[in-house]
Each structure stands twice: as structure tokens, then as C-alpha cells.
């Protein structure tokens, strides 16, 4: 029923910015947790960042704190992510991703096995 589409994706260049988009359809996600993860070429699925319903709480990956900042626009059902001082390690597909059990929320999204919907991700490419 819940459908998400990442937008926002490209080549950017090392150190330079870009935000991420994540519309929700089917349903509003207002009481929802929600996160977005990452996918390298040839590795695992990691986290990036989470976000709860009232987006006033929000935990991000070590290898991405001070750079990531995670937003939501639940009026709009958008989730959003911020990439400022990219660097090419953060080069990967990016998924968007919601808690599936309204008002839940976990400081362990470590892995993708707590999120329950997910889109099709959307490529970024950072360049040296």
C-alpha cells in the first residue's frame, strides 16, 4: 500500500552538496519513524540516519554526523536528507526507508530488518 520514491540522486563532486527526497503515496507516514540507508557496489545495506514521527529526534552513522542532517515535512509526507562535505566513500545507492509500526522508534536501525517499507533507492556518485 505504501509506496516510496527517492529523488535527488546524481554526480557531485567531492565536497560539494546535495539533498535527498523521499515521497510517501498510499498512506501518510506522519506516525512513522522513518531512516534512509545506503547501499555500496558489493556491499551491505548500512544505515545513514533515522528520524522519529515528530521529527525532533534524529541519530545518524558515525561516518556521516556533522555532515548528514535528516528532516521530515509530514504535512507533505516528504522525508528528506541533507549531504553537505560529501566525499567519494559516500558514494552509493540511497534508500528511504519507514518504520512500518506507528509511533515506534528504535536507536538501533542499525541494520535493515526494523524498517518495513522501503523505495527503490536512488544513485549518488561523488567524484574525487
Known amino acids: 500500500q505504501v509506496q516510496l520514491v527517492e529523488s535527488g540522486g546524481g554526480l557531485v563532486q567531492a565536497g560539494g552538496s546535495l539533498r535527498l527526497s523521499c515521497a510517501a503515496s498510499g498512506r501518510s507516514l506522519s506516525t512513522n519513524a522513518m531512516g534512509w540507508f545506503r547501499q555500496a557496489s558489493g556491499q551491505e545495506r548500512e544505515f545513514v540516519g533515522a528520524i522519529n514521527w515528530a521529527g525532533d529526534i534524529t541519530y545518524y552513522a558515525d561516518s556521516v554526523k556533522g555532515r548528514f542532517t535528516i528532516s521530515r515535512d509530514r504535512a507533505k509526507n516528504i522525508l528528506y536528507l541533507q549531504m553537505n562535505s560529501l566525499k567519494p566513500e559516500d558514494t552509493a545507492v540511497y534508500y528511504c526507508?519507514?518504520?512500518?509500526?506507528?509511533?515506534?522508534?528504535?536507536?538501533?536501525?542499525?541494520?535493515?530488518?526494523?524498517?518495513?517499507?522501503w523505495g527503490k533507492g536512488t544513485l549518488v556518485t561523488v567524484s574525487s
Open positions: 526507508s519507514a518504520d512500518g509500526q506507528q509511533f515506534a522508534f528504535s536507536y538501533d536501525y542499525s541494520t535493515a530488518n526494523g524498517m518495513d517499507y
